[in-house]
């Protein structure tokens, strides 16, 4: 039985005191194997280390040496230069795979500096760095866990400065999104509305598309149109279909005469102020409503020169050169344009800039009575106060005065010099 007992002994596993000498006995031999001039060094160590851990074992009791397995890993490990190897490329790739785990879940950027400069970076970092204005940010979904969103649906919250005015359904469904304030707004075509929830609701009497919504699709019971280019008293904005996802300037291009080609790719709405029993009104009209009353070429002209000046009073007020108020401008777009073509149905001669050359040609029929230039000048007063809905020059703030007397200063340089007599 003696045998037995001391077989099983034996077929123990080895105490760990002694597993840590048979290491530095492989990783000796390891060396010793490819001894060189770099490691003469440490092969003496090793020999140091060894002999020193042999008079500690032979030190120790057996019950202090199988104390010491708590401390170790069971795993016998392959021996040999391979083991050394895969021992050293294990512990150097534990460091960079530790960084990078810190770069991804510390928002504050961890300890290691040079990860700030890496992928992932804060949200007040990509803000102070961005192009884009203060409107789309503003507009930007963000998230207490995750931060700012890469994309927000357009509408989603609300933008500072844009509101929906109108909206269109049929070959193109969008709405008219007025940028900035009245007096000197911007308008534009898009696919979203500002608020979003004006989607739901679409209000009837906005839908401009619907012929019921505009004057200038009435008929008379001869079938021609009740309210002509006489009715005419005003364009107080173009919206139109831009190039892009945002909003700029270059989306002028889109209208120019001079390049368009297929009116069909440029929806279009004029904002006209109508004669209506002598009130005035507006109401969103389409680009043939013009076209039918003062031609093709003019009327197309017109829209571009009033979409061209609405663009510069709304850069105005942004740099704070136009005072930007919540009421519609004074003073119309391109009224040239539509002083031509009123004066023309009202059957008004006199010279106007856009004629080329003055008509010479003596008239049998007697000549309209010359007004002078302060009965003009009443007649501009009492237009220009029926458009404000006021009743009387002194009643206007001192904003709108000095905005009527540089309008009537306009005006006054197209009139002959003989009407000043």
């Known amino acids: 039985m003696a045998p037995v007992s001391k077989s099983k002994s034996s077929s123990k596993s080895e105490p760990s005191g002694n597993r840590r000498r048979q290491k530095m006995q492989r990783a000796l031999h390891a060396m010793e194997q490819k001894k060189n001039a770099d490691n003469e060094d440490k092969i003496v160590q090793l020999h140091d280390m060894l002999q020193k851990k042999d008079e500690e074992l032979a030190a120790l009791t057996k019950q202090q040496l199988d104390s010491l397995d708590v401390d170790m890993d069971d795993l016998d490990e392959p021996e040999g230069e391979k083991d050394a190897e895969e021992s050293k490329d294990r512990k150097s790739t534990k ?14 950027g961890g300890e290691d500096s040079e990860d700030n400069g890496g992928l992932f970076v804060s949200d007040h970092e990509t803000d102070s760095d961005s192009d884009s204005d203060s409107d789309s940010n503003s507009a930007a979904f963000s998230d207490a866990e995750y931060g700012k969103a890469l994309y927000t649906f357009p509408g989603t919250k609300p933008v500072k400065d844009v509101k929906t005015v109108g909206w269109s359904g049929g070959r193109f469904t969008g709405y008219i999104n007025m940028y900035g304030k009245k007096s000197a707004a911007r308008y534009r075509l898009g696919r979203f509305a500002f608020p979003a929830d004006y989607e739901d609701s679409q209000p009837k009497h906005e839908k401009v598309s619907n012929p019921n919504n505009r004057y200038g699709d009435e008929l008379l019971d001869n079938g021609k149109f009740k309210y002509t280019k006489r009715h005419i008293r005003g364009i107080f904005g173009v919206a139109w279909k831009g190039s892009g996802v945002g909003v700029s300037r270059d989306d002028l291009d889109c209208i120019n005469p001079d390049i368009v080609q297929n009116w069909r790719n440029s929806p279009t709405y004029v904002l006209i102020a109508w004669d209506i029993d002598g009130e005035i009104k507006k109401t969103w009209e389409t680009r043939a409503c013009l076209r039918d009353r003062w031609g093709k070429k003019d009327a197309d002209i017109a829209i571009y020169e009033a979409a061209v000046e609405a663009e510069g009073r709304y850069m105005e007020a942004k ?19 539509v002083r031509k073509h009123r004066e023309k149905s009202l059957g008004i001669k006199r010279s106007s800039p856009f004629r080329s050359t003055p008509t010479t040609r003596a008239s049998k029929s007697p000549q309209p009575e010359t007004k002078t230039l302060e009965e003009l000048r009443e007649e501009f007063l009492n237009d220009y106060l029926e458009l404000l809905g006021a009743e009387d020059f002194a009643d206007l703030p001192w904003s709108e005065k000095r905005e009527c007397m540089a309008a009537w200063r306009e005006e006054k340089s197209l009139y002959p010099a003989g009407a000043a007599m």
């Open 319 to 337: 740099i704070g050169k136009r005072l930007a108020k919540s009421r519609s401008p004074s003073v119309g777009l391109a009224q040239g344009h």
């Open 95 to 108: 460091k960079p795979k530790k960084a990078i785990v810190r770069s991804i879940e510390n928002p504050d």
